[in-house]
């Protein structure tokens, strides 16, 4: 079956880093994708592994190891504005998402 | 504009009815989706299409058809709305390559009473 797992909430203090965990078991594997959600709004694109290691993007980075089934989103200098929820997706022959993380920023 | 499109921003339908919900891209995408988003969910995929006359059922097709006569248009049509089908529905669409990740719409906010 298709699992994509993340944790539902976190919290981190603003100017700090934070690590968003995914882990995923699917049939096939074509890429993994990470999207930013603010509430009320559409999903936006972040971030694309389909090889191993880490992809760093300004503040961003994310990090996909193919052999443990495993992605992290690394945030750093965390802003207010970085208050959302984190999707992680996976490509399979589809694109299936787990269910976000909403991450909270405390001043 | 280019983009993707959705309309109604917002709908409120009585159960039973029939309605219909637009998507329109104007980048001549291959691909095009219909998410729906609950709580406690995620977006799970109702329809995709790889092509114009090529549709698939995604996690949660019951109760929903699709049509794809044209490249640019993915229409959602929920036959008989049930209250269960209360929910924030996405479209997007994807290159063939798919390294950009989708773009998605702004969404359909349907309430069924």
């Known amino acids: 079956g298709q699992n994509i797992d993340q944790p539902t909430e976190m919290t981190a203090t603003e100017g700090a880093i934070v690590q968003i965990n995914c882990t995923y078991q699917?049939?096939?594997?074509?890429?993994l994708f990470w999207y930013q959600q603010h509430a009320g709004e559409a999903p936006t694109f972040l971030s694309y592994?389909?090889?191993?290691g880490l992809e760093e993007k300004g503040r961003f980075s994310s990090f996909l190891s193919r052999s443990k089934g495993y992605s992290y989103l690394l945030l750093k200098e965390l802003q207010m504005k970085d208050s959302a929820s984190y999707l992680c997706?996976?490509?399979?022959?589809?694109?299936?998402f787990g269910k976000g993380t909403r991450l909270h920023i405390l001043p | 504009d280019a983009g993707i499109t959705q309309s109604p921003r917002y709908k409120i339908t009585e159960t039973g009815r029939q309605v219909t919900l637009m998507c329109h891209q104007t980048?001549?995408?291959?691909?095009m989706f219909w998410y729906r988003q609950d709580l406690g969910h995620g977006l799970r995929l109702i329809y995709y299409?790889?092509?114009?006359?090529?549709?698939d059922k995604g996690e949660v097709p019951d109760g929903y058809v699709v049509s794809r006569s044209k490249t640019e248009n993915f229409p959602l049509t929920l036959e008989s709305a049930t209250r269960s089908q209360t929910s924030v529905y996405f479209c997007?669409?994807?290159?063939?390559?798919?390294?950009?990740?989708?773009?998605f719409g702004s969404g359909t906010r349907l309430t069924v009473v």
């Open positions: 592994n389909v090889l191993d």
């Open positions: 980048w001549s995408h291959s691909y």
């Open positions: 997007a669409s994807l290159t063939q390559q798919g390294i950009h990740g989708y773009t």
């Open positions: 699917t049939s096939g594997f074509n890429g």
């Open positions: 299409s790889a092509a114009a006359d090529i549709t």
């Open positions: 997706a996976v490509r399979d022959d589809k694109i299936i």
